[in-house]
């Protein structure tokens, strides 16, 4: 990138100061490498500090700086905490809530499982409400920052075989509408974030038709695009975000038709299987 984040104001001589959850791969390195700069402040967040740190280095090695913490989004008391002993010493020009997993109905079509359900409100919902919460306040009595959330076209449009994952991405888009309102008078910008779908860890998971998929780097230029000019909302690839934007004017027997398409399986996630949680299973695949 060249130059900083346009309109966001400078924190300190030394540049934004940048927090981002789900860092430790995916579009989250993606935009880390991308959003950095000489002057940038980092703080990368994932549950796995062993995959943090390379990238730490990487982003290091574009002339930016930071520091990583291994949280789990859900345990808020930690991550506040830790946001507001971080904001005491680098205060946050920009949070993005990126962090988010994914799941799909069990085998032969059938519901999802009960786990699946909780730990997806849990991270892709309240995790996002958390990362918000934690700094919130701090923006507010500053009267500037940038929030951005990241959530999916499949928040926009349900995906048929990915209830619980829709309807989480559809929180945080109604979630970011409100904030951006509350918001904008305090000097604090929300931008919310819809991708299609973006070769990632969680994306080689899904297995069915990915139309306009496209690598995380490009994804991240989009992103980072939008992020400059404080768009309220951003949904993309363009032709894909439009065809759904077209069929929800649709009735919604007629809409079913055109999400038909989509159908997929939706692989476990290694991360999180069958009870136990290992952030460390399959990380070295981003
Ligand atoms: N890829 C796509 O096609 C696509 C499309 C639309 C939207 N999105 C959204 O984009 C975001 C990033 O997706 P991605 O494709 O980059 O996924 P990914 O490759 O699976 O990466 C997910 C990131 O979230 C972190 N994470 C997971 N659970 C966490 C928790 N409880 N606490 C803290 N961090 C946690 C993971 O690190 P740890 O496991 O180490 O914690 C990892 O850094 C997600 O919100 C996703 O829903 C992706």
Request: charged share 20%.
């Amino acid at each position: 990138m060249t130059g900083r984040l346009k309109g966001l104001r400078m924190t300190s001589e030394k540049g934004n100061v940048i927090v981002l959850t789900g860092a430790s791969g995916g579009i989250g390195r993606a935009l880390a490498l991308e959003l950095a700069q000489p002057g940038t402040y980092f703080a990368l967040i994932a549950r796995d500090a062993d995959r943090l740190q390379p990238i730490l280095q990487e982003v290091c090695a574009k002339g930016a700086s930071g520091e990583v913490a291994a949280i789990d989004i859900r345990e808020r008391a930690q991550l506040h905490d830790y946001l507001l002993d971080l904001d005491a010493r680098h205060p946050v020009d920009v949070v993005i809530a990126n962090a988010g997993v994914t799941a799909g109905l069990g085998p032969d079509r059938t519901r999802e499982s009960d786990a699946d359900c909780e730990r997806l409100t849990e991270i892709n919902y309240q995790g996002v409400v958390n990362t918000v919460t934690g700094i919130v306040d701090a923006m507010q009595k500053r009267g500037r920052g940038q929030i951005v959330l990241i959530s999916s076209l499949a928040g926009m449009r349900a995906l048929p075989d990915m209830p619980s994952y829709s309807a989480t991405k559809a929180a945080v888009i109604a979630y970011g509408h409100s904030l951006r309102g509350w918001l904008k008078p305090f000097g604090v910008s929300v931008t919310i974030i819809c991708p299609g779908f973006v070769t990632t860890p969680m994306s080689a998971r899904h297995k069915g038709s990915k139309p306009f998929e496209m690598n995380a780097e490009k994804a991240a230029r989009l992103m980072r695009r939008a992020m400059e000019r404080r768009k309220a909302f951003f949904a993309f690839p363009f032709v894909l975000a439009l065809g759904i934007r077209l069929q929800n004017l649709l009735p919604p027997v007629l809409g079913d038709l055109f999400m038909g398409g989509f159908a997929a399986d939706i692989e476990a996630d290694p991360r999180y299987s069958a009870g136990s949680e290992n952030p460390s299973n399959d990380s070295k695949s981003d």
